[in-house]
């Protein structure tokens, strides 16, 4: 047993021993503490300045919507150029802009409208960080070190998403708005030169390296190299849907979001008021337990020395997440719904590990980021989607939302057990 939690502790280590691996996770890190810090500082600066929540919902949608219409394009580039370079110049310019909003708020001079232009101008830039950030792994570690590496990161990535807002938080109550855009600028600064010392592995392209070599017969092979950045957004966007085990991961990706996005917020908040009879202390204990069993899931994939079926695993998910769905909706005190949700949270913090590490591994390097912008962009129509929906039905209690989202999650995971292609996913 000792032998056994010395091997997980080592292999989830590995990782860590490597420069550029520490480089990229706490530039990563520190572009997420960024980005809470951000969230804080336009919504604090916003209210401050206008009085409006209105203005306040102006000023992120104008960062929501270049994010969203701008990522595949980001995913294109850093297939075209490096996901270091993107990353690098992404965190420069965010600093520079952080700084500029920063200065002009402390000389007095900010208006709604230079809010909401550097608002759009972030989410812009932001859209060429994040398809580089989640393509850039297998170029800093080898194959077999991919899911401990996710697991580490996702373990950085949880909690700058915890700390963020809160340091931001406190940098405002202390000092003000304009401060904290000033912090947030050397956040992304350090993350750029974090980012700028990573040295990639030399890694030769063996022939018939990729998913067309052990793909279904008819798959698609890496795109080749196209002119135009409309040919290679489609090349991609093609390359992703003729693939039946990518669209099993983009179709299972979207189905936890839509069961996610709007039962894990509506859903929450009417849970801990109505149902349990608590307050924002309740609201507070179901977004610990899912963020908690998350990490530890996370923790425990990336130490497991095996590499499971990762069709079967993605099926058990949904499986699994069906299963804690529909209890939330039937639990009738605190404890039981905590119970629930931490055990929710550990399934999708472990999949995730070797979900994502699947996609590192199998997918062509030079289509890489392509895919995953596909997968992110999925995520950002599907999310508001399911806000509507579920607060919709949330007006007749939690039941019904909880219900429509565990079936939605359970025809999936049929969905993906009736393909013998997916079902033998490794």
């Excluded at 600028?185 to 980012?195: N, P, S, T």
């Amino acid at each position: 047993m000792a032998s056994t939690l010395v091997d997980a502790r080592e292999r989830l280590s590995a990782p860590a021993r490597l420069p550029s691996f520490r480089l990229l996770w706490l530039g990563q890190s520190l572009s997420l503490l960024g980005d809470g810090f951000s969230y804080i500082a336009f919504s604090w600066i916003t209210l401050g300045l206008t009085q409006s929540t209105l203005a306040l919902g102006y000023v992120l949608a104008f960062q929501a919507v270049p994010r969203a219409l701008l990522t595949l394009v980001g995913g294109s580039l850093s297939d075209k150029w490096s996901s270091r370079t993107l990353m690098k110049l992404s965190s420069w310019a965010r600093a520079a802009l952080m700084a500029g909003v920063g200065l002009a708020g402390l000389a007095g001079s900010l208006t709604l409208w230079m809010l909401c232009c550097a608002a759009a101008a972030f989410g812009a830039v932001d859209a060429f960080f994040q398809p580089a950030r989640a393509s850039i792994l297998p170029s800093v570690v080898d194959k077999e070190q991919l899911a401990p590496a996710n697991a580490l990161l996702a373990v950085g990535t949880k909690v700058a998403a915890v700390l963020g807002p809160a340091v931001g938080g406190m940098v405002v109550a202390f000092s003000n708005a304009p401060i904290a855009f000033l912090v947030d600028g050397v956040c992304f600064a350090l993350c750029g030169l974090c980012v700028a010392g990573i040295r990639p592995l030399p890694r030769p392209v063996a022939e018939g390296e990729g998913p067309a070599a052990d793909g279904p017969a008819g798959s698609a092979g890496p795109p080749k190299a196209e002119v135009s950045l409309g040919a290679r957004i489609r090349a991609g966007l093609r390359y992703a849907f003729e693939d039946p085990r990518i669209r099993t991961i983009l179709a299972v990706d979207a189905a936890v979001t839509f069961c996610q996005a709007g039962p894990f917020t509506v859903g929450f908040a009417t849970l801990a008021k109505v149902d349990l009879h608590g307050g924002s202390a309740t609201l507070g204990l179901l977004n610990g337990a899912l963020a908690g069993g998350a990490m530890l899931g996370t923790l425990v994939g990336g130490a497991v020395s095996s590499r499971p079926r990762i069709g079967l695993l993605i099926a058990a998910l949904a499986g699994w997440l069906a299963i804690g769905t529909g209890l939330l909706g039937l639990v009738g005190n605190t404890a039981g719904a905590l119970a629930t949700v931490l055990a929710m949270g550990f399934g999708m913090g472990f999949q995730g590990v070797f979900g994502l590490s699947w996609i590192q591994r199998t997918i062509d390097g030079s289509v890489l980021s392509r895919v995953i912008s596909v997968d992110m962009v999925i995520g950002y129509a599907v999310a508001p989607l399911s806000l509507i929906v579920c607060g919709a039905l949330a007006q007749s209690g939690t039941a019904p939302m909880f219900a429509v989202s565990a079936a939605v999650l359970a025809v999936t995971a049929i969905g993906i057990l009736s393909s013998r292609t997916v079902r033998e996913m490794r």
